[in-house]
DNA sequence: CAAAAAATGAGTAGTCCCACCTATTTCGAG
DNA sequence: CTCGAAATAGGTGGGACTACTCATTTTTTG
């Protein structure tokens, strides 16, 4: 007989937290279920029952899930630890994966996406809901902040799938105006080939 | 004092039936819920008792979604309707859009999305998931169809990014092959334009 | 097999873009 | 005010794609 599944939970929002347990107990009815509303509470138990697998809010008091990962991490080297959060900014996303973690679950997501998400890190691997992954895949917004107003402007003409000839009778200014911006955005966002300027354009348009 | 909204629920499947249910009641308790596994129960019912919002699966037996939609609206002209179903295909999508429902969900969406429908659609408003209306902007899948093995697969070389060049290097033809192809391509879409076919081989990866 | 469709290759002219220059003007921050 | 960043513009050379047209070979298909 195969030891069941041991699933710890962790957040401090109570209504979600009863909403989270219903859903797995309704989608992985063989498990064993641990849920705490604190962090502390979370560490302690796994500490002494070392679950397989634990499913960590951010935003707790006392311990965020940031240290909370790396606590449990180092007490529990091969458990496995799966992020369920609202948040999508990739920096705070980039950080969590680097201190370990095996998942990472947007909590507006959908629910089948995080039982999709708890099995394939069971299975040892490596699950990053495709909203989020979206988001730390597209390049560092300081890069592009760093272009100035009229190169921006330009890059945002560029979406529109427009030649530099048309931008420049746009602006009024010298087609050569519009190629030496081009060349300075390609410069700054470390683009190479005639296309790539273009394709970032594109891929980019929400955040230009 | 207002009344209740008045949800017609219509779907065959026992499980999922419930589980709606479950969901209706908690992210909407104010709702006067009326459940039925058979689409002509469901119709009779709502004829008696017109609802304001009907939420239909697509696959029953006896009678479709799309014929029951037909019905309804025929009946209960100010209706909303709203098709919960698994299907993705562009087709059936817009001759449901075409039959007059006012929202189209996806079984595996988040649940919020299911809510936020409804409550778009008592507005007046329509709501179309976002997975099934990237699919129902999308091109035509019969124009993409209409391109040969090695313009598909040459297309696909495009939206890798690479040029011509690099695509007949790859292919041991020569670049005016290449370039042909391109030319072709471009016909078949009736495109123009120098990036309008990258525009395209980028926006449809999936598709070629 | 014979006709149609597809793939291959070439030529020419023109557009667009890249990369690397230089130079002038404008304008805001120290 | 002055220095520097930003915007403006011009030049050259080269790479790449478009838009045509034409021709040959291979493959498919009726």
Known sequence: MKTAVK????????I???GLIDVLQEEMPDCEIDPFSSPLEALQFAIRNPPDIAILDLDMPE????????????????????ILTMHKEPDIIRSILAKGSDGYVIKDDAVN??????????????FISTPVMKEIT??????IQSLTK???????????????REIAE????????????RNNISRKLKLQ???SLLKFALDNKEFI
């Open 63 to 82: 311990m965020n899930g940031l240290q909370l990962t790396t606590k449990l991490k180092s007490e529990l080297p091969s458990l496995k630890i799966i």
């Open 170 to 181: 746009e602006l009024f200014v010298s087609i050569k105006t519009i190629e030496n911006h």
């Open 113 to 126: 996406e995080l039982v999709t998400a708890i099995k394939k890190v069971l299975k040892g691997g490596q």
């Open 7 to 14: 699933i710890l939970l962790a957040d401090d929002h109570p």
């Open 150 to 164: 009229t190169e921006n402007n330009i890059l945002k003409q560029i979406a529109l799938q427009k030649s530099s």
């Open 16 to 18: 979600f937290l009863k």
């Open 193 to 195: 080939g005639s296309n």
């Open 138 to 143: 597209s390049p560092d917004q300081t890069i």
